[in-house]
């Protein structure tokens, strides 16, 4: 025993290198084996750089004392000393693994397995393992040599002379080397048997993919055929028994423990179908019975062991059946099952801690990338690997997935493998449950690597791969590009001529010589953008013919490609996030306006994406948020023009975004079809256009006061938005409806004031329809007071004074949808208490003034209908069109919105909700009114969308009106039910106007 002082400064000594029972460690280091050693000043070096130097220290000692006589023992000593390899190599087994450690105390010469690595030895092969086994003759000594084998392995994997996926191959290749080992142990204990038949070892699944754990089990599907001359039945027999005599081997747990399970469960029938098969009764039952998942399976085939021929032939004649399986009917949906299946049997109490199978664990990653082979390695043979790593790497390299999230993947990989592989080399047992002591985790940590504090940066690591994993797991496995591609004949995923042409044919484009032009200009050459783009346009294709226009859309698409081709983010994205690549598809096959948008400034498309969670690219931005943009570029821009420029890009984008989302909502995506409110559609569009004519009118307003007076103009100044516009009702080709108000401030000359608000109105107008690509945005006045004649802007006390005076019922009417929408907030609401006893006046209308309403609507209908148009079909003042509606709820306003508060909103529905819920309209009458109103809005959207321009009534060209219908949900060759259905809604509603307008 060491003196206390000595004691006291080693005890300091081993927890400054990791050793957590200093006072063991001491004991142990003062034991008689380690006495030779014990004045080596690296020993504890060595010892604080294992995973667990305690339980190095301890696994050193024990092997020491089973050394077979005192020569052995000094022999060890003596190399621990003088050989730096060997000890690290020794001590970092022993510091990993209790179970490497047990066999080394039942085996103690089996170090010399470590002593030093030959070439052969460095990186062993199948041979090499098999040399290593071959005098293994029964299965206790087959057990002891593969343990011996192991050890090596484990120990070129904690020195790190060995990565994560070598080890698991050298683990796969000494499966292969067993197998063969045990097979030959069966055949010579009954050589009539290996007489009558060949028998093939089909490994399968981690041994097959050569990426083996340090305990699985091993996967394998037998194939059997009779010799030459000997009857099928007898051979299948003996083959039988052979496979089953085999798996015993491996599987049965001796004085030696077990090598591993030999598992035979994926072969045709599972456990109810024969151990093994004729080849021709393999292929019959994958022709006709097999699952998805059987074919998925299949993708790891590989022959280990046995006739290696027969296996060579099993593997071949399978393999276009495997390549043939994402046609299968429901493919991606099936697999993808599968996988949730697998998350939902995890027990609860275990998920957290599932390396493997549970939510970003490894299994998510081998099904993301066996999905993406089995769909694209149809066409693509270099993708046909069965190791994930290798297949990922094929994956990344033909652009299938982006080299950014291959890495990621790969990384996550490695350190997952990397951690189960710590685990379960343990104590050799198979489990993919991360420990939770405290002591389990430190020690995994440091052995990867992680010693500041190992058992947080484990689990701080740990999470951050798992999270990567299932990010990119959600973003590649289910992306709807998967599923259409799947639906696709092979030889379309790399796009020859004749298959494109055949197919545009079939799919309806009206030119398909334009077409193939537009693909060969897309798709060909050699370089990673045409390879990504051959990957997308047989999808893209399919989605185009969708739409009433399908070469509309390839144009476009070309266009925008042509825009962006160099842009890095482009193709990656349609790539790789979510429905960006089917969103724009039905964008640009949609009509004219959105394509027209985006390709004025193509880096829009970036909102296509799947933005915060879903849809987040298109969700539309309030007022405020586009307020502060706007106002924040006026601020630096040098003049009025450009600041309105600028205003008006903002727009154009913004615009491009409420119709793409307005599209991808109507048209739905693979994974939600189109069926989302339509009127939550028209809330949608008429509430963020209005609020984006909102933010320009003020970012215009600010860029004119700020070009001409500064900070301060020398009146006050307000818009009030009129008509839809202050309803929150506009359409995407809508004129803004306004009023202009204004208020001279203290000690400013009314004049001064006049002529300053006059040239604000001017000059707000002359810069929105400047000549620009931008839309225009168009600023209408006419419902002033005194109408075109009237001044452009009046102060309030002109206004009170007039509608004091001289305000007509109709301007009454109007002033229902009188809204603030910019400029001066306090003049804005003064302006609203102004009106609003002329808007919901005390105890209602009269008499006369309901008759006059009813006059003027009368009157409106018979003059302003245009010449020729259909009154059925027109969605504006035809019959029970918005017109119709409209004036109903206004008048019920009018007469009612001095007394029910709810009445007193600009906005059309919900004043008809109102009405509802006061029991001034029934709940059957307001539905019919509503469903009228929001299919009337939605045609109008459906023309603007369409040809590009606003209009009232249905297009009368076949592909505009079949677009239009197709917006509506009404697929190809029901444009009759379109109209019919158009004008059974409408009819209905324009009986309820009679019974509720005209008192019929």
Sequence with gaps: MAAPGRRSSTFTRLLRHG???????????????????????????????????????????????????????????????????????????????????????????????LVMYEPQDLHPGVEEFERQLADATDPVSLRVAYRRCLLAIAARDVCGTTGVAQTAGELADLATATLRAALAIARAAAPEDAALCRLAVIAMGKCGGHELNYVSDVDVIFVGEPTDGADEQKALRAATRLASHMMRICSETTVEGTIWPVDANLRPEGRNGPLVRTLSSHLAYYQRWAKTW?????????????????????????????????????????????????????????????????????????????????????????????????????????????????????????????????????????????????????????????????????????????????????????????????????????????????????????????????????????????????????????????????????????????????????????????????????????????????????????????????????????????????????????????????????????????AAADIVASYGTEEAPGDADQGELVELVGGAVSDLTAATLAGTLRAVVRDNWGDTLPTRFAIIGMGRFGGHELGYGSDADVLFVHEPRDGVDEQEAARAAKHVV????????????????????????????????????????????????????????AEPVAGDEDLGRRFTDLIDPLRYPARGLGDDAVREIRRLKARMESERLPRGADPTLHSKLGRGGLSDVEWTIQLLQLRHGWEEPGLRTTRTRQALAAACSAGLISAEHAETLDEAWVLATRVRNAVMLVRGRAGDTFPSGGRELAAVGRYLGYGPGRVGDMLDDYRRTTRRARSVVEELFYGA
Excluded: C
């Design 762 to 817: 001017e000059e707000m107008r002359r810069l929105l329809q400047l000549p620009s690509t931008d839309p225009p945005l168009l600023i209408d006045a006419d419902l002033r007071p005194e109408g075109k004649s009237g001044p452009l802007v009046r102060t309030l006390k002109s206004y009170e004074a007039y509608y004091r005076r001289w305000s007509l019922v109709w301007e009454s009417q109007a002033l229902l949808r």
């Design 19 to 113: 050793f957590t029972d200093p006072q063991a460690a001491e004991r142990l280091l003062d034991s008689t084996e380690l006495t030779p050693l014990r004045n080596d000043p690296v020993l504890l070096d060595a010892l604080g750089a294992t995973a667990d130097p305690d339980l190095a220290l301890l696994g050193l000692v024990r092997v020491l004392e089973a050394q077979p006589d005192r020569t052995a023992r000094r022999e060890l000593q003596d190399t621990l000393i003088a050989a730096k390899p060997l000890r690290d190599r020794l001590l970092g087994v022993l510091g990993a693994s209790t179970a490497l450690a047990d066999h080394l105390a039942r085996h103690p010469l089996d170090w010399h397995a």
């Design 294 to 658: 059987e074919f998925q399976a299949l993708l790891k085939a590989r022959p280990v062991a046995g006739d290696l021929g027969l296996g060579e032939e099993y593997v071949n004649t399978l393999a276009p059946l495997v390549w043939q399986a994402a046609e299968r009917e429901n493919f991606v949906a099936d697999v993808q099952k599968m996988r949730r299946r697998v998350v939902e049997n995890i027990p609860a109490a275990e998920i957290e801690r599932e390396l493997k199978l549970g939510p970003g664990g490894l299994r998510d990653v081998e099904f993301a990338v066996q999905l993406l082979q089995l769909v694209h390695g149809r066409g693509d043979t270099t993708l046909r690997s069965g190791t994930t790593l290798d297949a990922l790497r094929a994956l990344a390299t033909g652009g299938y997935v982006g080299r950014a999230d291959a890495v990621q993947l790969d990384e996550a990989y490695r350190f997952l493998r990397s951690m189960e592989h710590r685990i379960q080399l343990f104590r050799l047992r198979r489990t993919h449950l991360v420990p939770e002591a405290e002591a389990d985790q430190r020690r995994i940590g440091r052995s990867l690597g992680l010693r500041t504090d190992p058992v947080a940066e484990l689990n701080r690591e740990w999470k951050r791969h798992a999270a990567v994993v299932r990010r990119l797991h959600e973003k590649l496995f289910y992306r709807p590009l998967l599923d259409a591609v799947a639906q696709l004949a092979p030889g379309e995923t790399r796009l020859s001529a004749d298959a494109a042409r055949e197919r545009l044919v079939a799919l309806g484009y009206a030119d398909p010589a334009s077409a193939l032009r537009h693909l060969e200009a897309l798709a060909s050459g050699v370089t990673r953008k045409a390879a990504i783009q051959r990957t997308l346009l047989p999808v893209l294709l399919g989605w185009f013919a969708d739409s009433a226009d399908p070469d509309a859309g390839l144009l476009g698409f070309r266009k925008v490609s042509d825009a962006l081709g160099r842009t890095p983010w482009y193709l990656r994205l349609l790539r790789d996030e979510g429905a960006a690549a089917e969103n724009l598809a039905r964008v640009l096959s949609a009509g004219r306006l959105a394509p027209d948008l985006l390709l004025r400034a193509p880096e829009a498309v970036a909102l296509l994406g799947d933005g915060d969670g879903g849809a987040g690219g298109l969700e539309p931005r309030g007022r405020d948020h586009l307020e502060q943009e706007i106002l924040a570029a006026v601020g630096r821009s040098e003049g009025a023009e450009q600041a309105v420029t600028f205003a008006r890009g903002v727009r154009r984008r913004e615009l491009f975004r409420t």
